[in-house]
């Protein structure tokens, strides 16, 4: 059975920092490619940032490009976002997602989600 348990979220200040996880069971998961999405109240859900199963080759939404940093242990199985400057509008669910199929990882046609976990910045 295939887990994926974000954790890490939070409430934090404008311009504070937090680290997500996402803990993953159930596969093996340096075959994976790992993405985070996010999902704000009354949006849609939007591609974050995106690791390749090796962790050399990453990829960022504009929006948070040199703010957030994705990354990965395979030993641990577990990927990471690295959250810092945060602002208001980064307020949302945040979710992992593994994929061992989509080339474009900026898609939502991911095979595995977590539940998420919330995070708010104040102003």
């Known amino acids: 059975q295939v887990q994926l348990v974000e954790s890490g979220g939070g409430l934090v200040q404008a311009g504070g920092s937090l680290r997500l996880s996402c803990a993953v069971s159930?596969?093996?998961?340096?075959?994976?490619?790992m993405g985070w999405f996010r999902q704000a109240p009354g949006k849609e859900r939007e591609f974050v940032s995106a690791i390749s199963r090796a962790g050399g080759i990453v990829r960022y939404a504009d929006s948070v490009k040199g703010r957030f940093t994705i990354s990965r242990d395979n030993s641990k199985n577990t990927v990471y976002l690295q959250m810092n400057s945060l602002k208001p509008e980064d307020t949302s669910v945040y979710l992992c997602?593994?994929?061992?199929?989509?080339?474009?990882?900026?898609?939502?046609?991911?095979?595995?989600w977590g539940q998420g976990t919330q995070v708010t910045v104040s102003s």
């Open positions: 159930g596969y093996t998961f340096s075959s994976y490619r």
């Open positions: 997602a593994a994929t061992g199929r989509v080339s474009d990882p900026t898609t939502q046609e991911y095979e595995y």
